[in-house]
């Protein structure tokens, strides 16, 4: 079995990320999150929680564990496009803005019009011209209007998109909208992302929303975000411990509070650009981190998935190319993971998003997606009729199987495959041309959900202006 990291190692980054937990502590900056540990007898100093081993092995005991060891078939899988970006860029001009409602509507379109993407979430983070009272639940709304995927909720609701600053009551109607709109109220209806605060930290608006989603019982994916020599330790192995000991303590706050609620993890860190101080999301040392991480985490049978498709610059060419593919196929030589989920369209490390990219990095995709799936290696006991008619012919265009073709081979409809015979096919060798006619296509395509007179009258007091009826 293919691992980067052996047994005995990762028995030594886990007892070290314990003793991290025991003895150095994590900032946890709200008071009844503080009480409640110290009730379960945690030391707490200050705002500092120092958890025993005992309780932190009581809380890996309730923890829902993941079976690692089913086989099945190795793909590439998209989430939702752009992560969370705040910024767009216009793939025309080259310019850098502000997303707004329109291009958030615009995602959702994308979004819906491929099954690629498994997921809903508000990948235009907090647009500029959201005019809804509570900007963050109006923001989930939009996702249940226009998408009929799992909204997996990658946002959070702060200080500044929250109604009155109650990042707790926004985070709690905004689930609450969910299961009242699909009327289920037995099991999770929605995935609620919390990144963390490094270093070793925990802050307020965290907290509000890990609570919101402990109370309401929806699922809850924790993934650490540290820059490695900036907000963590400058080397990997010391960022992806730290980012593993704070991503325990929160799994233990959760499952002592809620014994067996449903948690994930994911490693979101990177080592940053000492040059620029910026973080450097599309590169092997990013992939280094999320895969020992992973492999951590399958140590102890914590469900954790690994992620790709990511861009640091902020123009659609080659290096953006590059560091998607980069990024979403390493995980597969490195360890014996299944999945890799993508985030297409992402440039600038999470701030930008193109919908150029996100077409291009779609196709990406669906390359990844041909290359694990191999080639079928059966012997044909036709084959020497095969070859002795195509020799007869001297061709095989017209003896030969076309669905066999299809079978073993990936016809792209968006990448140059012309050649040099280009002089009478410039538009279909035009790529940006090519994605901006798929662009269009799929947008004319989309299909506003199917939903009931009462799931309309429920989302209009939550959502924009511009997406009300």
């Known amino acids: 079995m293919r691992k980067l990291v052996d047994d005995v190692i990762l028995q030594d980054a886990y007892m070290q990320a314990m003793q991290i937990i025991e003895n150095v502590g994590v900032r946890f900056e709200c008071e009844v999150v503080r009480e409640f540990f110290e009730k379960r007898g945690a030391r707490v100093d200050d705002d500092k929680v120092f958890i025993p081993r005992r309780l932190m092995e009581e809380a890996l005991g309730t923890t829902p564990k993941q079976d690692y060891g089913i086989p099945v078939q190795k793909r590439v899988v998209a989430a939702t496009p752009f992560s969370n970006a705040p910024f767009i860029l216009d793939d025309d001009t080259g310019a850098i803005r502000r997303c707004n409602i329109g291009d958030a509507i615009k995602m959702y379109q994308i979004n819906e019009t491929s099954s690629l993407y498994e997921c809903a979430n508000p990948g235009c983070a907090d647009p500029v011209d959201n005019d809804a009272p509570d900007q963050f639940v109006s923001q989930v709304a939009m996702a249940l209007k226009y998408s009929d995927k799992y909204p997996s909720i990658g946002l959070r609701a702060t200080n500044s998109t929250a109604l009155n600053g109650d990042v707790y009551g926004s985070a709690r109607r905004a689930f609450r909208l969910v299961r009242e ?246 538009e279909k060798t035009n790529l940006a041309y090519n994605v901006q006619k798929v662009l269009e296509s799929r947008i004319a395509a989309y299909q506003l959900p199917e939903r009931s007179a009462a799931q309309k009258n429920l989302l209009q007091p939550y959502l924009p202006s511009q997406c009300q009826y």
Not at 316 to 332: I, S
């Open 181 to 426: 709109f699909y009327d289920v109220w037995d099991k999770p209806v929605m995935t609620q992302g919390i990144c963390p605060n490094p270093p070793l930290a925990y802050d307020r608006e965290c907290l509000d929303n890990l609570c919101a989603a402990i109370d309401e019982q929806q699922a809850i994916s924790i993934f650490p975000c540290a820059l490695g020599f900036m907000t963590g330790p400058e080397s990997i192995m010391g960022t992806v411990i730290h980012d593993f000991a704070m991503s325990l303590a929160g799994l233990a706050f959760v499952q002592l509070k809620s014994p067996g609620h449903p948690v994930s993890l994911c490693d979101f860190s990177t080592i940053s650009n000492i040059r620029t101080l910026q973080p450097n999301y599309g590169s092997a040392e990013c992939v280094f981190i999320q895969v020992i991480f992973y492999e951590l985490c399958k140590f102890l049978s914590v469900p954790c998935v690994i992620c790709g498709s990511y861009g640091d610059g902020t123009a659609v060419d080659y290096q953006a190319g590059m560091e998607a593919m980069l990024t979403t196929m390493h995980p597969f030589s490195l360890t014996e993971v299944n999945e890799v989920w993508c985030y297409p369209g992402i440039l600038a490390g999470f701030a930008c998003g193109s919908f150029h990219k996100a077409i291009l990095d779609e196709e990406m995709m669906r390359y990844s997606n041909r290359m694990l799936q191999g080639v079928e290696m059966t012997v044909d006991s036709k084959l020497p009729e095969l070859l002795a008619a195509g020799q007869a012919a001297g061709s095989f265009l017209g003896v030969g199987s076309m669905n066999t073709y299809r079978r073993d081979n990936y016809l792209t409809k968006i990448f140059n495959k012309w050649g040099i015979a280009q002089a009478n096919n410039i």
